[in-house]
């Protein structure tokens, strides 16, 4: 990072902690696609800094709500959201630094465990107060009453509208979002709090072994679609699931549905990145439709 974004953020840290502030050492942190990451430390206490260009602000304000409120549930650790704000042409988030670790005998159960805790927050409606992103796509998060009907309309069509922009070239996307009602019927879900994006590559553990959750997309919806996209990629061992499901058994149907809810985030990779994810997705409606 270049000497002016450094003391901007310098003096947002300082502002917002009230602790005089200046990083003298700056190191970029490798591992995510879409953001640029640094640990920035003054010699004694050291920050982790998310930047992307200053259209991408309400990114990170979104980013720091979802932190706020998984905190909030006093279930599961995530990042505590310092300060965000612009600087020149940057958008940046600092994040309290997490020092990481390897886990402990039994901390992928006690992650399961925590992570079915934080579910049982709920909200009297699906959504989320304002849109946020999953990944760099917007997430639309309107407030709305029935499951079946939030999971079409503000989570397939909006990637199937954005796949047509894209040019990718996708079938029986209406009827797709028109058999939704019949994948989810008698399934009614409380509206949890969710993580969102819960993969690996978002979920580790502190020096102490303790759980740590990062990087959400959450908004209130079906428990199962956080379970659902930590299978998909792989990553969680049989303790993980063993743990949730000792603290909130899944309904039966689960195994079902799954494939239904990560298709959303098979769309969005689609959308992001293109390529086999496209022809992946487009198996899945197919899956899907028969």
């Known amino acids: 990072m270049h000497r002016t974004l450094i003391d901007a953020i310098s003096a947002a840290i300082t502002d917002a902690s009230g602790s005089h502030f200046i990083g003298i050492q700056d190191q970029s942190v490798s591992g995510g696609d879409i953001n640029e990451a640094y640990l920035l430390s003054d010699g004694t206490q050291s920050f982790f800094?998310?930047?992307?260009?200053?259209?991408?602000?309400?990114?990170?304000?979104?980013?720091?709500?979802?932190?706020?409120?998984?905190?909030?549930?006093?279930?599961?650790?995530?990042?505590?959201?310092?300060?965000?704000g612009i600087s020149e042409h940057h958008a940046f988030l600092v994040l309290e630094t997490i020092d990481f670790g390897p886990p402990s005998t039994d901390s992928w159960q006690q992650m399961g465990q925590q992570l079915a805790a934080m579910h049982r927050s709920t909200a009297a409606q699906f959504g989320w107060p304002e849109q946020n992103t999953i990944g760099s796509n917007p997430?639309?998060?309107a407030w709305t009453s029935d499951w079946a009907n939030f999971f079409g309309e503000q989570r397939l069509r909006p990637q199937f509208k954005l796949a047509?922009?894209?040019?990718?070239?996708?079938?029986?996307?209406e009827a797709l979002i028109e058999q939704v009602a019949v994948l989810l019927n008698d399934h009614h879900?409380?509206?949890?709090?969710l993580h969102g994006d819960l993969w690996s590559g978002n979920a580790s553990f502190c020096h102490d072994g303790n759980p740590v959750l990062f990087d959400p997309a959450s908004y209130y919806g079906d428990r199962e679609t956080d379970l659902a996209f930590s299978e998909y990629f792989g990553g969680f061992p049989s303790d993980f699931y063993s743990?949730?499901?000792?603290?909130?058994?899944?309904?039966?149907?689960?195994?079902?549905?799954?494939?239904?809810?990560?298709?959303?985030?098979?769309?969005?990779?689609?959308?992001?990145?293109?390529?086999?994810?496209?022809?992946?997705?487009?198996?899945?409606?197919?899956?899907?439709?028969?």
């Open 189 to 193: 879900p409380v509206p949890s709090l």
């Open 49 to 84: 800094i998310k930047l992307n260009t200053s259209a991408m602000l309400s990114m990170f304000v979104a980013e720091a709500q979802a932190l706020t409120a998984i905190r909030k549930t006093s279930s599961i650790q995530a990042p505590r959201p310092v300060t965000h």
């Open 164 to 173: 047509h922009k894209n040019g990718l070239k996708l079938a029986h996307t």
């Open 243 to 290: 743990g949730y499901n000792q603290a909130w058994p899944l309904p039966s149907g689960y195994q079902q549905r799954k494939t239904l809810y990560n298709l959303y985030h098979m769309l969005n990779h689609a959308n992001l990145f293109g390529g086999n994810y496209t022809t992946e997705a487009q198996q899945l409606i197919f899956q899907l439709l028969t």
């Open 139 to 141: 997430q639309h998060n």
